[in-house]
């Protein structure tokens, strides 16, 4: 038998670090959306009690650094499950981009196992599973649009933003989400993005709200340590995208356009000097 299962990127609306928690993590405030970009994964039972993980992507780990196989182990040990899994990731995603490529496939790997497995495991604990694997890992298994805030894990549901289309560019720089964080001060943030203020465009339905409300307080690490993301940025916004932001702790940049028309001439100008660019609807 054979389960397959979507694993979709995630965007950041708004990215708010509130400060540093004693245990190392930042307090956080961040309005996430999925949107249609997704690694696909297969995944088949085994007689024997092994995990093997394999990929067309040449530039991912396929031991246990990757997070879809920590995912398995952690569900097999927790559940007691003695058969094995052969997980096959076809990956679209970006990898170390902010687009939490990694973190959707261990929640994709998380659902896709309940159901081969039939375990019968609740929303509510694969989120908390989730939550050892990754701070995004618990949006990733439920998706939609939410706020998420302490760690990233703890999740309220949001109605879906507008529709609109998303342009996704990531130039071909590896950015450490570690290292952004370290660099972080919280008090050289000269504004921070507001996560009512989101909340409420969205509950609005209203796009140029949206656009308005787009914020993420990382960009200042990320524009500092790689200033062509900064330049990458301003460029789609005068390529015509309606709200620019950088995504996570990048470096991926997405415009947010909502007339079609406009999408094909801002896709175009950006692959001028940008091989990974992505045109793709809001997951609604
Ligand atoms: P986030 O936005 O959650 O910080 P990201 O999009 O910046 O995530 P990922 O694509 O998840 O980053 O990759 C981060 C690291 O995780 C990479 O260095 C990669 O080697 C490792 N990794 C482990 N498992 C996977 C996986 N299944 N897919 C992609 N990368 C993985």
């Not at 989120?127 to 706020?147: H, I």
């Amino acid at each position: 038998m054979k389960i397959y299962e979507k694993a979709p990127a995630k965007i950041n609306l708004m990215l708010d670090v509130l400060h540093k928690r004693p245990d190392g993590f930042h307090e956080v405030e961040m309005v996430m959306t999925m949107v249609d970009l997704a690694d696909r994964l297969e995944m088949s039972a085994l007689p024997r009690d092994t995990i093997i993980i394999s990929s067309q992507a040449g530039y991912i780990p396929l031991d246990e650094k990757n997070l879809a196989f920590q995912a398995a182990r952690l569900i097999k040990e927790r559940y007691n499950v003695r058969s094995g899994v052969y997980i096959h990731l076809d990956k679209h995603i970006p990898v170390a981009a902010g687009l939490a490529g990694g973190s959707s496939d261990a929640a994709a790997t998380l659902r896709g196992l309940n159901r081969l497995w039939n375990l019968g495991i609740s929303n509510e604990e694969l989120c908390s599973l989730g939550a050892e694997l990754g701070s995004d890992v618990p949006f990733c298994v439920t998706g939609g649009t939410a706020l998420a805030t302490g760690r990233g894990e703890v999740l309220t549901p949001l109605d879906n933003p507008p529709q609109c289309w998303a342009i996704l560019a990531k130039l071909p720089i590896n950015v450490s989400t570690a290292e952004v964080y370290g660099k972080f001060r919280v008090d050289r943030v000269k504004q921070h993005p507001s996560a009512k203020g989101m909340i409420q465009a969205i509950s609005r339905q209203s796009f140029g709200e949206v656009c308005q409300e787009l914020g993420n307080v990382l960009e200042g690490v990320t524009f500092q340590l790689h200033p062509e993301v900064q330049q990458l940025k301003e460029t789609m916004g005068r390529l015509g995208a309606d709200g620019v932001l950088m995504s996570g702790s990048g470096p991926t940049v997405f415009g947010l356009v909502s007339k079609e028309a406009k999408v094909a001439r801002i896709y175009n100008g950006l692959r001028g000097f940008c091989k990974e660019v992505y045109a793709v609807r809001l997951l609604t």
